[in-house]
């Protein structure tokens, strides 16, 4: 089973200005007017950029066999094998193969977020015992922490399971090297055309 954990708000505003900048190059492609049709070009694609590589890119996902991060210019496949301990302050950290650390762009919590989380820890009188179990189960935890100690559960699982560590596998985002890579095209396209 597969799941995939991003930060919905980046999401959903990402997809609103891709959807903005779209419409925006039909309008300059249909109205080109020399020089600064081209440097209003280039802006918005460096903005674009900068937005597909925070917004669409990042997300935590985990498989059966491994963690797959999806941050802004790498990706890191890591066996559940070879994963560490996993902590979480405002960034979702995890140990993995000797020594290596990653962080992990989705989940994060923020500071409202875990001040939220610890008001909620105060026990309510007012709940049945299924609700109150829960509340104690989750007090004084955000959505990061959670899944933290999903990452580490599942990586201790798979280490009981096997002795042998798996190969982790660390390489560029060829996709978000592409998008950096056209937008400075646009960029000398402005300035020199």
Do not use: C
């Amino acid at each position: 089973m597969k799941q995939t954990y991003r930060s919905t708000g980046a999401f959903a505003i990402a997809w609103v200005w891709m959807a903005f900048a779209a419409f925006n190059v039909w309008d300059l492609t249909a109205h080109y007017t020399g020089k600064s049709t081209l440097v209003a070009a280039a802006v918005l694609a460096v903005i674009t950029v900068v937005v597909y590589i925070t917004g669409l890119r990042p997300a935590t996902v985990f498989t059966e066999e491994a963690l797959r991060v999806r941050n802004p210019l790498r990706t890191i496949v890591a066996p559940w094998s070879a994963v560490g301990e996993a902590r979480a302050s405002h960034a979702i950290s995890v140990e993995y193969g000797e020594g290596h650390q990653m962080r992990l762009w989705t989940p994060m919590a923020s500071s409202r977020e875990r001040a939220k989380a610890q008001r909620q820890a105060v026990p309510k009188q007012a709940r049945s015992r299924g609700e109150q179990l829960a509340a104690e189960a989750l007090a004084g935890k955000t959505h990061a922490d959670w899944v933290a100690e999903q990452i580490t559960e599942r990586a201790q699982a798979a280490r009981r399971a096997t002795r042998e560590r798996g190969q982790v596998s660390v390489r560029w985002a060829p996709d978000s090297l592409v998008a950096v890579g056209l937008a400075l095209v646009m960029i000398v396209v402005a300035v020199v055309g």
